[in-house]
């Protein structure tokens, strides 16, 4: 079982405000995800970390903001809220064993609503 | 350029059928990986398997299987006996080999299964 937490797990916040998404693992894993799930249903990459100091956009244009500080944390930010950033994200981390195995982990998800 | 196509947007079931959900991948890297995930209504995505693109071997795990085809890009999941915790979205992902550098995923658009009692 994956040890990687997400809070909170829903937030309904109003337009303007500044949110920040925690993801936390606790498997010593270099690489962390995080991923926006639209309402119907896609999930698309939008920031990842390769380790600590190191982040890198995504393949879907994202307006929030990561850190990577601590290999065990990886928050993301919202400047400033809009009922457009309403969506579900999902944090992930991974583990390269070689190129025969290979696993990534899924944290339960933070649903976000911006009114 | 990679990408996954999961053309199921919804399957309906009744309890006790079998169903399978189509995953058909792109990729132009001889070394890949391939990924389902279920998703339950709590939001979480679960792993359920992952198939290097070397290991080309079908996988059965209890109600569970999976069968691989390089030759067709197709990484199909057929569940049998269905039962209603079986209702989920499923996704299919893709990973190109880039040494362990970054791991990215690429997700179908998931495929919603609503097993019926």
């Known amino acids: 079982e994956a040890d990687i937490y997400q809070t909170p797990r829903y937030l309904v916040i109003g337009t303007g405000k500044k949110i920040t998404l925690e993801c936390s693992q606790t498997m010593g894993h270099d690489k962390m995800y995080w991923y926006q799930q639209d309402p119907g249903m896609e999930l698309h990459l939008i920031h990842y970390?390769?380790?600590?100091?190191?982040?890198e956009k995504g393949d879907l244009s994202s307006e929030s903001t990561v850190s990577r500080i601590r290999t065990e944390h990886f928050p993301l930010t919202l400047e400033s809220a809009r009922p457009s950033h309403t969506s579900q994200y999902l944090c992930a981390s991974s583990e390269f064993l070689g190129v025969s195995s290979y696993e990534q982990y899924f944290g339960p998800g933070t649903r976000l609503t911006v009114t | 350029a990679q990408k996954v196509t999961q053309a199921q947007t919804e399957i309906s079931v009744v309890e006790k059928e079998d169903v399978t959900l189509d995953c058909v991948y792109e990729t132009r890297d001889t070394t890949y990986y391939l990924f389902w995930y279920k998703q339950p209504p709590s939001g979480e995505l679960v792993f359920l398997i992952r198939r290097n693109s070397f290991d080309e071997q079908n996988e059965i795990s209890g109600r569970y299987s999976w069968n691989f085809q390089k030759s067709t890009s197709s990484f199909n999941f057929t569940i049998t006996a269905s039962q209603v915790v079986d209702s989920a979205v499923y996704f299919c992902?893709?990973?190109?080999?880039?040494?362990?550098?970054?791991?990215?995923?690429?997700f179908g658009t998931g495929t919603l299964l609503a097993v019926q009692p």
């Open positions: 992902a893709l990973s190109e080999y880039d040494g362990g550098a970054t791991n990215k995923l690429i």
């Open positions: 970390s390769y380790g600590v100091n190191s982040t």
